[in-house]
């Protein structure tokens, strides 16, 4: 990506953080890499941690990360606990990620937020037979960066 490139995008990320609390980013899978995306924003507008989601394709990513904002700005949101109502299709629960493990993965967070404090959570999800990865048998390519 250009210098030019960049410019652009971070200006969009900032347009859609005033315009709508917070900007969705989405990289795409590639052979050998398990396709991610995440929240700038939310932190700042809406008291919550931001969101990362590892492995899903890219309209799911985001249904999850609007409905996660939408369900749970300004309010306490719940680790470790299963929530079977931020999507109809799976349940789902959420654990502590610390920022220096996603320092590869959410360059506009750190961009944005440059030296203020800001926080992640991020979403695990069940394999296609319901099978969380703390569970015996998963088999899905969810990759873990939180406890």
Known sequence: MSEK???KY???VK???AEYGFHNTYVMEEIGFTPFGYSTGIYKSFGIPELFISGLPNGLTNTLINNYAERFKFKEVPLN?????LIDRFPVYFIE???DKLTEY???SFKF???SEFKYLQL???DLNGIFPNEAEYDYDQKILGE
Do not use: A
């Not at 606990?81 to 109502?85: A, G, L, P, R």
């Open 5 to 7: 490139q960049k410019e």
């Open 10 to 12: 971070f200006k969009l």
């Open 15 to 17: 347009e859609n953080i």
């Open 81 to 85: 606990e299963k929530i079977d109502n």
């Open 97 to 99: 990620v610390e920022n």
């Open 106 to 108: 959410t360059l506009s």
């Open 113 to 115: 937020y440059e030296n």
């Open 124 to 126: 695990i999800f069940p």
